[in-house]
C-alpha cells in the first residue's frame, strides 16, 4: 500500500463523477407500479385483465342506476315507469326510483309516528349524536359529565320524549282494603319499601360491627334518584302519548340496538365477573345463562320473547311487543357482551388484582377502580363490534311483527302509488346504503380505537 | 428493653361470621338461588294458569297428530294427510341442516380464496377483495336474503319461458328444475370404487408418512390419491357401460316436469348465507395467515424450502391453528343463521316447526323448547369438537 497516494494515475479509475442518470422507466413511475402490482407474470395479468372486465360489466350500469338514468323527483309511479307500464319513461329505461324514496323518506325514519310529534324524535336524535359524538372523540374532555348525561339524562328524557310520559302509578304492595289504587298509594309503597330496605340494611351493618353511615347514605341516594326519575315520567307534560305501534323505521333500529347495547352492557359485567367467580352456583348460573343464550338463534328468542314471554307473566301484566324484542335482544346481546368483558378480564394481568388486594381495596373497590376500567377501555373494539352485530340483527324483529327501518321499507313495496318494477331495487338499494354507511362507520371506529389502544406489546 | 414473645396474643383474629368471605359468598348463593328457584316456580305456575285460560293443551301429545300442512322441500317422504309434526319436526330438521353443510361448503371455498386474496401483490385483487369483504359483512344478512329473494330469483323468467341451462336442466322463478340422476343396476360398483378410492388413499398417506420420517423419501399422496378418488370410479363407471341415465325436465305451461327441483327459496338462502358468512371467513383467514411470523417463512426458505413447500408444510399449519377455533364459531353463525329462512318461507327448522306448527297447535313452550334445544345441542357439539381440537392443536411448550 506503499503507492496509494499516487492510484490516480492508474488509467482505468475515473478521476470525476459520472453525471446522474434517470432511474429506468421499468424501475420507478407508472410502468414499475402496474408491472409490481398488476402484470406481475402471465397468471396475473390475466387475472388482472378478467377482473377488470368484470368490473365493466357491473359498475357503469351501477352508475347508470344509481345516478345517470335515476328519478329524482316525481309525485307518483308515473315517474318511474316506461310508456308500456303507463309512465313518461322511454320503453328501455332502467333507473334507480329515488323520487319514490324521497316521498318514503319521512316513514323510513320514524314510522307511522305522527307528523306533528316528530320534532321529538328529532330532539332525541339530536341528544344522542350530540352527546356520543365528544364520547367518541379521546381528545374531547368532561367525560364523566358526558357519560352522566348519556347513561342517566338521555334515557330519561327520550323515555318521555318518545311517549309522551305521564304515566300512571297505581301502587303494588298495600292491599286495597288499606288504600284505594292510587298515585298516593305508589309513592306511599316507596316509602315503605325503602325503610324496609334502610331497615335490612341497617341490621346487617349492627350485627357485622360496622359503621351504618355509608350504606344508608346509599340507600337514600339510590331511592331518591329513582324516585326522581319515576316522579319525571309521571309528570303530566302536556305532550300526546304516542303508542309504541306507531314507531317504526330507523327510530325503531336505532331504539332497540341502543337499548339492548345499554342494558346488556352491565348484565354482560355481571355475567362475566360470574362466571369467573370462584362461587360454584355463581358460575354455573352465569355459564349456563351465557352459554344458552349463545346457543340459539335470535330469531327463536324473538319468537320466545313475544309468544312464550306473555304466558310466564302474572294474568293482566301485559307488556306491549316493542318491550317484549327489546327484553329478547338484551338477554340475547347481554350474554355476547359478557365473553366480550371477560375477555377483556382476561387480559389484565394478575398483578393488578394482587396490588389492588394488597391495598386493602374489597372486590367492589377493585374492580371498581383498577379492573373494570382497565378491562373496559381494552374491550372498546370489542364492545363496537357486538354494537355492530346487534345493529344488524336488529331487521329480525320486522319477522315478529315490528316495522324497523327494513320492514318498513319492505312494507311500503305494497302501496300501488310507487308500484314500478324498479321500486324494489332501489328500495333495497337505499336499505343497503344506510346500513352499509352505519356499520362501516362503525367498523371503522373500531379499527382506530384498536391501533390507539394496541401499546406494541403483548401481556 | 428485652424482647417479648407476643405470639400468644395473636391467635385467630376475631371475625364477624358475615365479615367472613366465605360465608358471604355462601350467603349471596343462597340468596341468587332462591331469588331464582322463586321466579321458576312462579313463572311456571303462571304458564300453566294461562294455559288453562287459554285451553292450551299442554304436553307432547301433539307430536304424534297429523300436521295436515305441505312442505315444499323434503328430504324425506312427506305425506300433507298422514305424516305427523313430529315427521314435520324431523324434515325442518334435515332442511336446516342441508342448507347449512352446502352452505359451509360454499362459503369456505369463497372465505378461503377472498381471504387469500386480500394478501395478494396485485393491486386490483386485493382491492376488489377488500371492498368484497367491507360490502358483504356490513349489510345485514336479513337484507341479503331479500335482495337474493325478491331482487333476484323473482326477476328469473315464468316458467313458460324458462332459461335454458342446457344439460343443466331449466330455470325460472320457480326454481331451478335439474336433471335428476336415475342410477341403474351396475351403479353400485362405481361407488364401490369410489369408497376404495377413499380407502387406499387414507393408507398410502398413512404409509407415505411413516416412510417420510424413516427414509426422508417423500411420495405424490396428493396426485396418487386423486387418481384413486377420482379416476378409479370414472374408470369403472366407463367399463361397467355408464350405469347412469338423467331424468331431464321438460319446459311446461304452470312448471316444468320430470327432473329435481331446487326451490328458489333454497337457492336465495344459500347464495345469501355463503356469500355473506364467506366475508367474515376471508377476515379470519387473512388474519390467521398474517399472525404467522415472518421469520417462519425466512427460516423455511433458508433451509432450502421452496415458496409452495414454505405455504404448504410451514405457514398453513400454523395458521390453521388461528384459524379453525374462529372458523368453526363462523360454521355454528351460518347453522344459526340459517333460521331467518323464515323470513321468505324457506321449511326449515324454525319456518316450519316453530313457525307453521306452532301457529296451528299454540304449544308454544313445547314447540320453542324443542327449537333450541336443537340449536343448542348444534352449538354444544361444535364447541365440544372446537375444545377437542384446540386441545389436541395446542402448542406443546416446555
Known amino acids: 500500500m506503499a503507492n496509494s497516494a499516487d492510484n490516480t494515475s492508474v488509467a482505468f479509475v475515473r478521476k470525476e463523477m459520472v453525471e446522474e442518470s434517470a432511474a429506468p422507466t421499468r424501475a420507478v413511475g407508472l410502468v414499475a407500479w402496474l408491472r409490481g402490482n398488476l402484470f406481475s407474470n402471465w397468471v396475473d395479468s390475466i387475472i388482472t385483465l378478467l377482473i377488470l372486465y368484470v368490473l365493466y360489466l357491473i359498475i357503469p350500469p351501477l352508475m347508470n342506476f344509481a345516478f345517470f338514468d335515476a328519478i329524482w323527483s316525481g309525485t307518483d309511479r308515473a315517474a318511474c315507469t316506461t310508456e308500456a307500464q303507463g309512465g313518461v319513461r322511454e320503453p328501455d329505461w332502467f333507473g334507480g326510483c329515488w323520487a319514490y324514496v324521497d316521498a318514503y323518506f319521512n316513514q323510513f325514519i320514524y314510522g307511522r309516528y305522527p307528523d306533528a310529534e316528530q320534532w321529538r324524535v328529532n330532539i332525541v336524535f339530536v341528544m344522542f349524536f350530540g352527546g356520543l359524538a365528544p364520547l367518541l372523540i379521546p381528545a374531547v374532555p368532561f367525560k364523566q359529565a358526558n357519560i352522566i348525561f348519556l347513561s342517566i339524562v338521555f334515557p330519561v328524557a327520550s323515555f318521555v320524549l318518545l311517549t309522551g310520559g305521564n304515566l300512571h302509578y297505581t301502587g303494588f304492595l298495600l292491599p286495597n282494603f288499606i288504600m284505594e289504587a292510587s298515585a298516593t298509594r305508589f309513592w306511599v309503597d316507596y316509602v315503605i319499601v325503602t325503610l324496609i330496605i334502610l331497615a335490612i340494611g341497617y341490621g346487617v351493618s349492627r350485627g357485622t360491627d360496622s359503621d351504618p353511615g355509608p350504606m344508608i347514605t346509599m340507600v337514600l341516594w339510590i331511592m331518591g334518584g329513582l324516585a326522581v326519575v319515576l316522579a319525571l315520567f309521571a309528570i303530566p307534560f302536556g305532550l300526546q302519548p304516542v303508542e309504541t305501534d306507531r314507531w317504526g323505521g330507523l327510530l325503531v333500529t336505532l331504539v332497540i340496538a341502543i337499548t339492548g347495547i345499554a342494558v346488556s352492557l352491565p348484565i354482560g359485567i355481571a355475567l362475566a365477573l360470574g362466571r369467573r367467580s370462584n362461587m360454584p352456583i355463581v358460575k354455573l348460573f352465569s355459564v349456563i345463562f351465557i352459554e344458552f343464550w349463545r346457543g340459539v338463534p335470535l330469531i327463536t328468542v324473538l319468537f320466545m320473547s313475544s309468544v312464550m314471554l306473555p304466558l310466564f307473566l302474572p294474568e293482566g301484566v301485559h307488556f306491549d311487543k316493542l318491550l317484549r324484542a327489546l327484553i329478547g335482544v338484551a338477554m340475547f346481546s347481554a350474554a355476547y357482551m359478557a365473553e366480550v368483558v371477560r375477555g377483556g378480564l382476561q387480559a389484565i394481568p394478575k398483578g393488578q388484582y394482587e396490588g389492588a388486594m394488597a391495598l386493602g381495596l374489597g372486590f367492589g373497590q377493585m374492580m371498581r377502580m383498577i379492573i373494570l376500567p382497565q378491562a373496559l377501555t381494552l374491550v372498546i373494539p370489542g364492545i363496537v363490534n357486538t354494537f355492530i352485530g346487534l345493529f344488524k340483527d336488529t331487521t329480525l324483529v320486522l319477522i315478529i311483527g315490528l316495522f324497523d327501518f327494513l320492514g318498513q321499507i319492505q312494507s311500503s313495496f305494497t302501496d300501488p302509488t310507487w308500484a314500478s318494477p324498479v321500486q324494489l331495487v332501489s328500495g333495497y338499494m337505499f336499505a343497503a346504503f344506510v346500513y352499509f354507511c352505519f356499520c362501516f362507520g362503525m367498523s371503522r371506529y373500531s379499527a382506530y380505537m384498536e391501533r390507539r389502544l394496541d401499546t406494541g406489546h403483548k401481556s | ?398
Do not use: C
Open chain 2, 1 to 398: 428493653m428485652a424482647l417479648q414473645d407476643v405470639s400468644q396474643d395473636v391467635g385467630q383474629p376475631k371475625v364477624a361470621l358475615f365479615n367472613d368471605p366465605k360465608v358471604r359468598g355462601w350467603v349471596y348463593q343462597v340468596v341468587l338461588l332462591v331469588v331464582i328457584v322463586y321466579l321458576v316456580v312462579v313463572g311456571v305456575q303462571n304458564m300453566f294458569a294461562n294455559l288453562a285460560a287459554q285451553n292450551i293443551a299442554s304436553g307432547f301429545g301433539f307430536i304424534g297428530r297429523n300436521a295436515g300442512f305441505a312442505i315444499s322441500q323434503s328430504l324425506l317422504e312427506y305425506n300433507q294427510a298422514e305424516s305427523s309434526y313430529g315427521k314435520v319436526y324431523i324434515v325442518g330438521l334435515l332442511n336446516t341442516i342441508s342448507i347449512a353443510f352446502i352452505g359451509i361448503l360454499l362459503a369456505t371455498v369463497l372465505g378461503f380464496l377472498i381471504g387469500i386474496a386480500r394478501l395478494s401483490h396485485n393491486f386490483i385483487v386485493r382491492g376488489v377483495a377488500t371492498v368484497y369483504v367491507e360490502i358483504f359483512r356490513n349489510i345485514p344478512l336479513l337484507l341479503h336474503i331479500f335482495i337474493w329473494y325478491f331482487g333476484v330469483l323473482r326477476l328469473l323468467p315464468h316458467p313458460r319461458n324458462s332459461g335454458d341451462l342446457g344439460w343443466l336442466g331449466l330455470l325460472n322463478n320457480r326454481g331451478w328444475f335439474a336433471p335428476k340422476p336415475l342410477p341403474q343396476e351396475l351403479f353400485f360398483i362405481t361407488a364401490i370404487a369410489f369408497i376404495v378410492g377413499i380407502v387406499v388413499t387414507i393408507f398410502i398417506s398413512r404409509w407415505s408418512r411413516q416412510r417420510q420420517a424413516k427414509t426422508g423419501q417423500q411420495f405424490p399422496v396428493f396426485w396418487t390419491g386423486m387418481g384413486l378418488i377420482l379416476g378409479l370410479p370414472v374408470l369403472v363407471f366407463l367399463v361397467t357401460g355408464l350405469p347412469l341415465e338423467f331424468d331431464y325436465p321438460v319446459a311446461g305451461g304452470f312448471r316444468p316436469s320430470g327432473g329435481m327441483t331446487v326451490i328458489p327459496e333454497f337457492i336465495a338462502m344459500l347464495l345469501a348465507l355463503s356469500t355473506y358468512t364467506a366475508a367474515f371467513i376471508a377476515e379470519i383467514v387473512r388474519a390467521g395467515i398474517m399472525a404467522v411470523n415472518k421469520g417462519q417463512t425466512e427460516a423455511s426458505h433458508a433451509l432450502g424450502l421452496r415458496h409452495g413447500p414454505t405455504l404448504r408444510l410451514v405457514i398453513i399449519p400454523q395458521a390453521m391453528r388461528v384459524i379453525i377455533p374462529p372458523l368453526t364459531s363462523q360454521y355454528l353463525n351460518l347453522t344459526k343463521n340459517s333460521s331467518l329462512a323464515v323470513a321468505i318461507a324457506y321449511p326449515d327448522l324454525v319456518s316450519v316447526f316453530a313457525g307453521t306448527a306452532l301457529n296451528q297447535t299454540g304449544q308454544a313452550v313445547e314447540i320453542l323448547g324443542m327449537t333450541m334445544l336443537t340449536y343448542l345441542g348444534l352449538s354444544l357439539l361444535t364447541a365440544a369438537f372446537m375444545n377437542w381440537y384446540n386441545a389436541k392443536m395446542a402448542l406443546v411448550e416446555r
